[in-house]
């Protein structure tokens, strides 16, 4: 927004910051917040199941196999995204309280959440959720779990000094034992 305010030149280095942290990004520029709406809205620019495809690092594989998790560091402003795979089904309270408790203590730190969730208890109806700082949103996805699908809940974080190790642990809490 504003690109009437500012040279071509400093538009330019702006777009190189952004491409660094999110290559993929498609860059819509306007003046006065005027932009053809068709460019922003209703895109399906975002789909966790394919964030291992342009990223394998995110969720800790890689081509090669598992690699140590760890949060991939962006710039250096300690902004990291933290991608958790988890297979299993989700205690719903469980995975309501440790959401709630994460947002009570770290919201100014959490810039955006967004997964896919598998809930004991919903048969196959699979779950998306997409947060910004303290306000989350989910409900049922378009899709259904497919009956031979391995039930793998995928969230992403994206925010300032994430503890991959605390979040990952907290959300195997979450998790329905096997014998249950």
């Not at 394998?56 to 081509?63: H, N, Q, T, V, Y």
């Not at 004991?120 to 779950?127: E, I, N, P, S």
Request: hydrophobic share 40%; charged share 25%; net charge negative.
């Amino acid at each position: 927004n504003k690109v009437d305010l500012v040279t071509p030149e400093a538009l330019d280095a702006l777009k190189e910051v952004i491409a660094t942290i999110n290559r993929f990004a498609t860059i819509v520029t306007c003046k006065r917040s005027e932009v053809d709406l068709s460019k922003i809205v209703g895109i399906s620019a975002f789909n966790v199941e394919r964030c291992v495809d342009l990223d394998p690092a995110l969720f800790g594989d890689s081509a090669d196999g598992p690699e140590p998790k760890k949060p991939k560091i962006h710039d250096l402003s300690m902004v990291s995204s933290c991608g958790i795979a988890i297979e299993g089904m989700l205690d719903v309270p469980k995975f309501n309280m440790f959401m709630a408790e994460l947002l009570q203590t770290r919201a100014a730190d959490l810039y955006r959440t967004k997964g896919v969730l598998s809930f004991a208890g919903q048969g196959d109806t699979k779950f998306v959720f997409q947060g910004v700082h303290e306000q989350i949103n989910f409900g049922p996805a378009q899709t259904k779990w497919l009956p031979d699908e391995p039930r793998i809940s995928k969230i992403v974080f994206i925010g300032r000094n994430l503890d991959r190790t605390f979040i990952e642990d907290s959300i195997k809490k979450c998790l329905v034992p096997d014998d249950a």
